[in-house]
């Protein structure tokens, strides 16, 4: 086989039923393996198939495989077949010259043993005895082949086995005849050993290609030894090696002479070169098997923990992390060389000593520089590993002066040390410490090649999970720069909003909420929804909420609101698309207007009864669909009910239906609550606790008081400049019988002003005038013409223009927008304070 081990074979391995008691050992024999590609050409040439034809391995791969194990043309029974025959229950063998026909055709690239092929199964493998070249002379061969198949480029693996050493071991003489067959069951001593050990015949290969070749040669059968008709043994493979201790005892010096860089000596020769291989190859296991472990996520502190505890303790007792202060931050840095002042953050810990040794002297979180004269330092502006065979009293003095009133000398001094750069697209991240016990073997340059490669696999994973970090941060602060703080009562309803994060896929996202203060005394209420996730989808976002702003400012209906909503994102491309539903709560009319794009439903609750449903909207298209129309709705509403709105992130999940959720938020809506923002926590616990939520998630919540009718007074008056005195009046009188007379002259000045205006400008339609008592006094001036007015600079000598002026340097707020019939001018008084 294709390298040693110290496993001894069972007891139940040595023979197979009916083997008599003079086999001994029969059952394992030391097997040379060798495996052709589908060119033709050995691709794997074992230590063991070295030994068997005297050929090294650096002179056997790549060589056609006819000429290192020559074939002969002839069955048996057929011109040219030399040798004697014999019969086995697979076959008919003989010890002739070269390995048999069927084989040949394989190695030329034709079928795959027909000769040899098991009824009713793929061609199936082929086995016999042959004469082969071996050095000066011939060797008698027991052979194997395999047909394989698959995606690899393997194509044939031979097992080839010392049959004249073989007899040389039954010194008794009591085998008639040998010839190699297979076993297709597992109803033999020995079977389940030969099964556990069968992934050792390819080594070199990748665990996939050797588990894929194990698993075809179980398939297509054991190999066994046939002696008898009745008598058939499982070769289980034998290294031929010393007991373990002497095993162990041979490795270990060899290993010695490999570290200090001498040459092995002769009678060690094998075991250097069996050491150096499984080193290797270890190490590249170990290297794997890292790589699998380690960047399973995008999360950067979770990544930092994955590395840290990939390589402890199977390549070091101690392992800590260091990190720049900006890349735990998940900021961008400076790609230059590291100095002095450069502040590490220690993000993570692993050892393998008595818990909490470690914690007080060096607590993961701290950050600190490291002096010029350290290793650590050494590598950081390097970039490359720095081995300490030993960590000497000085160099532990010299380290542990960096720690304040804290004595590290006990827990690194005497210990080997190797520190090796995280890095990434050039630029150092970070570093990590690796310390091995006293009593362990110390750092090599093996070791030093090995941690170099991790570190440079673990910094390309730290970086791209920093970037992701960084990108989202970025994402993060924008979105939170743009998702609005909205105060919690606006006139006529109060507002309580919640918005979390997603949790698996990149967790910014373009949900949003708004509430818009409107003329009238009216609030729109906004829920938005950008498909998709990341640093685009926020910025997208963005750019439709300021859109809704603005629109809403200019009171457009809602319909036409979301229609110009589509033409707007129309023009910013097709790359995105958006739900959106827009609602205007007018608390005077009772009312709500509603248009949807494509969004959840709303919910609303009912205050007489408790009740709620959801409201049947047309659906409509999502924003960016294009040429869809899209209609408003009519609610009628009563004070104290309450609208519920949100994205679909609160009520989808990931192989559930949405109905389901659309139920959860109806009833957990319904919930009696203290206060709305307890309300709003009733519905997120309800719906965030079935598990699978990934998207983000707006929620908004109205409850909407109403105003009532007595603080609303409503004047119709002639378009004529006569009924301008009637309106500061009627103002007059109002505000007294509300108990505002600390308002009547501001206020009756501006109206006396805007009525006029109203009046000048008015077609024939008389000019509306209203007083609205709410948490501000707001009065509204309505007329007939189309023509917004605005803000003049007028001069001292100017007869116009000086109204509007008036109105902006005494009202709280002013402002004017159209209407169906004309246009609105209005403004807002702050009420006076109740004693």
Known sequence: MDRGTERDAPPDS???????AGHGDVGRIPLAVVVVDRDGLVSHWSRGARRLFSLGKEDALGRPAVDLLPVTGALPGEPGFPGEEEDTPYGTYAAHDGLGPGLGATLDGGPAYPAAGLPGRRPGPAAGRARLPAGPGRVDVLWWAYPLVGPGRERLLVLAADADGLLRADGAGTFERIAPGFALHTDFPGSEDLARRLPEILPSMSVGDSARIVAQVLEL?????????NDRVPVTPDWGVPRRAERRERRERAARALAAGEPVPEELRDEGEDFEYAAVRERLEFLNEVSSRIGTSLDLARTIVEVSKAVVPRFTDVAGTYLREQVVAGEGFDEGVPDTTTLWHRVALEHTDEPGRWDDVVPVGEAMPFPAHTPFFQCMTTGEPVLVP?????????I??????????????????LVVPLKARHAVLGFMILLRHPER???????????AELAARAGLVLDNA????????VAETLQDSMLPHIPPHMTGCDIATRYLPGTLLGRIGGDWFDAVKLPGARTALVVGDVMGHGLNSAAMMGQLRTAVQTMAALDLPPAQLLRNLDDLAQRLGDTYLATCLYAVYDPIAGELRLANAGHVPPVLVRAADGRSELLDLPTGAPIGVGGVPFEAVRVPVEPGDRLVMCTDGLVEVRGEDIGVGLATLCESAAHPAASMDDACDTIIRALNTRGGRKDDVALLMARLGGIEPDDVAEWRIAPEPSEVGRARAAVREQLHDWGLPKLVDSAELMVSELVT????????RPVALRLVRGDTLLCEVEDDDHELPTLLDARPADEFGRGLRVVSTLAREWGTSR???????????TLPRRR
């Open 400 to 417: 542990a002066s960096q720690f304040d009133k804290r004595d590290i000398r006990p827990l690194i001094t005497g210990r080997s040390m």
């Open 757 to 764: 205006n109203a009046v000048l400008h008015s077609h024939a």
């Open 390 to 398: 030993r960590i000497s009293e000085e160099m532990g003095h010299a």
């Open 441 to 451: 073997q110390v750092f090599n340059d093996m070791d030093r090649v090995t941690g």
């Open 14 to 20: 040595r023979a197979g039923d009916g083997a008599s």
């Open 466 to 473: 920093r970037m992701y970090t960084y990108q989202e941060n």
């Open 819 to 829: 209407t169906t019939a004309g246009k609105s001018v209005w403004f807002e008084l």
């Open 221 to 229: 059968g054991y190999p066994v030894l046939e002696f008898s008709r």
